[in-house]
Nanobody, 128 residues
Framework: QVQLTESGGGLVQAGGSLRLSCVAS????????MAWFRQAPGKEREFVAA????????YYADSVKDRFTISRDYAQNTVFLQMNSLKPEDTAKYYC?????????????????????WGQGTQVTVSS
């Protein structure tokens, strides 16, 4: 049974940092991509960042580029989202997602892909 478990959310002041973690279990994810999405109250869910397990290619939404960094740790089967220079508009529930993309480094449509697996989310609140 595949499980994605997020952690690391919390309350932080504007300009601060948080690191989110997503522990993946239940299968071998080597040919999968991992992504972070977020959803604020009253808004649609939006793509934040993605990474391939095998090739390490990364993708970012323009709104978080140069502030957020996605990375993965094979030994811990964990994907991280380092969030720096946080803004009040980053306040949302952050979700980890995963989908099969095959091995290699070929491009895939990270923001619009229909991800198969989802976590329960972790809340991030940025105060002004």
């Amino acid at each position: 049974q595949v499980q994605l478990t997020e952690s690391g959310g919390g309350l932080v002041q504007a300009g601060g940092s948080l690191r989110l973690s997503c522990v993946a279990s239940g299968r071998d994810f080597i040919d999968y991509a991992m992504a972070w999405f977020r959803q604020a109250p009253g808004k649609e869910r939006e793509f934040v960042a993605a990474i391939r397990w095998s090739g390490g290619n990364t993708y970012y939404a323009d709104s978080v580029k140069d502030r957020f960094t996605i990375s993965r740790d094979y030994a811990q089967n964990t994907v991280f989202l380092q969030m720096n220079s946080l803004k009040p508009e980053d306040t949302a529930k952050y979700y980890c997602a995963s989908d099969w993309v095959g091995l290699g480094r070929t491009w895939f449509d990270a923001p619009n892909r229909q991800y198969e697996y989802w976590g329960q989310g972790t809340q991030v609140t940025v105060s002004s």
